[in-house]
């Protein structure tokens, strides 16, 4: 194999795969990255066998072949060669890897690629097609409620529900859901569809969409799914299990209504969270006709509190939310001013947009002792 190339196309098939590569897996063909140079492109290929992505790239190949390079130190070398040409020979008889760049060169041992997994082949003949910008900010707005805690898995994903004219995206960790529902018009997928999503994939394809060009296409397997953009694919394994009824957290009805701007709200909060963060990581809110008042206190520093303009319909209330999970959602939220929901001090609040019906997002209160 070799292949003639410049810094910016090697580096960026090869830091568009590199993430997924797991450096704790036993395999030692798992920690690199597969190179294979066919009729005028290279594929670079990454897996951890959960999460697997290809990236095509038009190349100047010299000689067709394939080698598979540690991810990690491959990743090094080629973001720091100069802006130069690079010259890439493999030996195919041991796979030793020579990346020679103006007078200079590297060498890495290869391995054969024979022993790197192959990603698992997917029918396309029923496609989902979805807007770029679209995707990316119905992932950004959903994902961040997901759960870490690995010994749940259902709830470190997100559902994907596809409907009849809708495409929605779910996350919760249990304290806190967030909903995102699209329109979709003509979108050349005929079935109704539900599938949980790992948070991880999510955050990868967040990362590798730009938010402009052509569309994402998505694609089933029996257990996986391909989200296909110009010259790159991801192939994931779908979580298996039944998502919560989502619909049943939502509450129905409020007793006090507010809006106000989003980013009056978000800075406030961020302020007290400074104390919060030193005490129970807490803010509490006082909702009264005409302000809303955030307030925090820490015993060994002191306290904080803001009065912030609302317009009110309904009861006067207080309740206390957790203020990472409150400026989480504000950071997300791209409308002027929110909506703000509540049904007394013990109960879910609800967040959204104050224009529009495509957000919902759902916290649980902390009891004030």
Do not use: W
């Amino acid at each position: 194999m070799k292949i003639i190339s410049t810094k910016d196309s090697l580096s960026y098939g090869i830091q568009v795969c590199q993430r997924v590569v797991s450096s704790k897996n036993p395999l030692p063909v798992l920690s690199g990255i597969l190179l294979k140079a066919g009729d005028g492109t290279l594929t670079v290929t990454a897996t951890d066998l959960e999460v697997g992505i290809e990236c095509t790239l038009p190349m100047d190949i010299q000689e067709k072949g394939a080698v598979v390079l540690p991810a990690r130190i491959l990743g090094d070398i080629v973001r720091k060669l100069p802006d130069v040409k690079i010259v890439m020979e493999v030996n195919s008889q041991n796979f030793n890897t020579t990346i020679k760049y103006g007078q200079s060169e590297f060498n890495l041992l290869g391995l054969s690629s024979e022993d790197f997994p192959i990603l698992p082949s997917i029918d396309f003949s029923s496609v989902l097609t979805i807007k770029q910008e679209l995707f990316k900010n119905m992932i950004k707005q959903v994902i961040f409620a997901a759960s870490s805690d690995d010994n749940r898995p259902i709830f470190t994903g997100a559902l994907m529900e596809i409907g009849e004219d809708t495409v929605k995206l779910v996350a919760t960790d249990t304290h806190r859901l967030a909903l995102r529902t699209a329109k979709m018009e003509n979108n050349g997928f005929e079935l109704e569809k539900s599938v949980i999503i790992p948070g991880k994939t999510l955050n990868e394809l967040n990362r590798i969409m730009t938010g402009e060009g052509e569309d994402v296409k998505i694609a089933f397997g029996e257990n996986q799914i391909v989200f296909e953009l110009p010259g790159t694919k991801l192939i994931s394994r779908l979580i298996e299990g039944q998502f919560p009824n989502y619909k049943q957290v939502v509450p129905q009805g409020c007793k006090t209504k507010i809006k106000l701007k989003t980013k009056e709200l978000l800075e406030a909060t961020e302020r007290a969270s400074l104390l919060a963060k030193e005490g129970s990581n807490f803010v509490k809110i006082t909702i009264t006709e005409e302000n809303m008042t955030i307030s925090s206190n820490s015993p060994e520093i002191g306290k904080i509190e803001e009065q912030l303009p609302i317009e009110m319909e309904g009861e006067e209330t207080q309740i206390a939310f957790n203020s990472k999970y409150l400026i989480d959602v504000l950071k997300v939220i791209d409308t002027e001013e929110i909506l703000v929901e509540l049904t007394g001090s013990l109960s879910p609040g609800i967040i959204k947009p104050a224009e529009g019906q495509n957000y919902i997002y759902v916290i649980l209160p902390i009891r004030i002792v």
